[in-house]
């Protein structure tokens, strides 16, 4: 906020920003030092009795009390205003609810220019070092040149560098809470019996196994989309598939990730030859739980709003939810991978997390796409390419913008993550199936797995 005021992008005054809260508007002044003041209005009963002029009964009487709040940052000023009207809120983003002049804090924040770089401290200059005394060179026997010739050097190639691409969707939000930003998680509402949820989800045997394999590949955080369709009479998503995106390259990639938007035509090309459409998107959460963080929210609700659509004479609009898979979190009870799907709930204009139920579908069978899919995803971030596993043509090329997980790495308790793997891809299979027939699906996958990534057999 400094560095806006000392650029002249904005000026500080009286009453200069405002931010609305369910159609409430509230002023605050802006001061030089970018500090903001607010001069909260609240009702105060005076104690004392009054008699009226006719020497009526004792009254206490009503008076207006102004209370001055300064407050460091922009979403300090939001968070106590949002906190009138909902004392639990615990983290809240100021850059993007609170305007200057009408104009959004960030929006403005975006025209600021990098900060310039400190001038480097001058170099101490350095002695010269005495020239060494050259070594005489041993000689080489016959014997020894042969084996130097004979050994083979293998020269890592470089890996190319990629231009920079900027997602369709890519939510900044800015000021940070704790040191942690957006990416701070928030836990979502819940619906009981006074707020009901506004549709039933179902999903398939097979989405939770892609969405579950998929996560489990990488230690970087992974995305795709969920494909399905919206019964309007029953008031039910139901998920039929989960379809893998890719990523483009994060600095910070184990608790960060981005789309790639040109892996998203191929997605909406399958789907709607199925006559389906995406219904959600997913991620995971690689090492830690599965709720929210403020930026997944921020995508979420944008989300949302991108893929709402009308759905025939009804014009209802269909949902739009969210998925985060946690593969690896070690404080989970269970082997099986924790699944958190959630939607936004919109109050005037602010996003509120709430954590949905879901139903298994009650399939019978896992589509043979499916077994497809996982096979694509081993090839698609296998360490090292190796040719032939039983096809006719070459693998895929590896994924470099993410990094594959080591599946012999200890995960918890003695267990390994291949492990634990193979536990939380039987627990997706449908119910119906014997053990044993379940073990023989899981088994063939990681098989699979196994020799596309070079992973010895214990």
Not at 335 to 355: A, I, L, N, T, W
């Amino acid at each position: 906020m400094r560095r806006m005021l000392e650029l002249g992008l904005v000026a500080a005054g009286e009453n200069v920003l405002s931010t609305t809260l369910r159609k409430e508007e509230t002023l605050a002044d802006l001061k030089e030092d970018g500090t903001i003041v607010w001069r909260r209005a609240r009702k105060i009963v005076d104690p004392a009795p009054v008699k009226d002029e006719e020497g009526g009964e004792e009254t206490a009487v009503d008076a207006a009390d102004v209370e001055t709040l300064v407050f460091n940052t922009v979403s300090e000023f939001r968070l106590a205003v949002v906190r009138e009207k909902n004392p639990e809120r615990k983290v809240d983003n100021g850059w993007d609810w609170v305007k200057y002049a009408g104009v959004k804090l960030g929006d403005i924040k975006r025209r600021l220019p990098p900060e310039p770089k400190p001038e480097p401290k001058p170099r101490a200059k350095r002695e010269p070092k005495p020239t060494p005394t050259p070594k005489k060179r041993k000689k080489i026997t016959d014997d020894e040149r042969g084996y130097h010739a004979a050994v083979k050097r293998i020269v890592v190639p470089a890996r190319e560098k990629r231009e920079s691409r900027n997602a369709s969707k890519n939510i900044n939000i800015g000021e940070s809470f704790d040191g942690q930003g957006d990416l701070q998680m928030v836990t979502c509402e819940a619906y009981n019996k006074r707020r009901t949820q506004p549709f039933k989800v179902t999903v398939t045997s097979g989405a939770e196994l892609v969405m579950d394999f998929h996560a489990h590949l990488c230690s970087d955080e992974i995305i795709g989309f969920l494909g399905g369709v919206y019964d309007d009479d029953a008031k039910t998503l139901r998920i039929t598939r989960a379809l893998p995106a890719r990523q483009l390259v994060q600095e910070h990639a184990g608790v960060e990730v981005e789309l790639d938007p040109e892996s998203v035509p191929a997605i909406v090309e399958t789907l709607t030859a199925k006559g389906e459409g995406i219904v959600g998107w997913y991620h995971s959460h690689p090492v830690f739980a599965t709720q929210p963080s403020i930026r997944d929210i921020q995508n979420q609700f944008e989300y949302q709003k991108m893929f709402a659509r009308s759905d025939g004479e009804s014009q209802t609009i269909a949902p739009f939810v969210g998925a985060i898979v946690g593969p690896y979190d070690v404080r989970n009870d269970s082997q099986k991978s924790d699944v958190r799907m959630f939607h936004c709930v919109d109050f005037g204009g602010e996003p509120e997390p709430y954590e949905l139920k879901v139903e298994h579908a009650g399939c019978e069978d896992v589509s043979p796409d499916v077994l497809r899919e996982l096979k694509g995803l081993a090839d698609r971030f296998r360490t090292t390419p190796h040719a032939g596993v039983g096809d006719s043509e070459p693998l895929a090329a590896i994924d470099l913008n993410a990094t594959p997980v080591s599946l012999t790495e200890h995960w918890r308790d003695g267990t390994t993550r291949l492990e634990k793997f193979e536990h939380s891809l039987c627990a997706r299979l449908p119910k119906s199936w014997q053990d044993e027939t379940k073990t023989a699906y899981v088994g063939g996958i990681v098989k699979y797995l196994k020799t596309a990534w070079g992973v010895a057999a214990a």
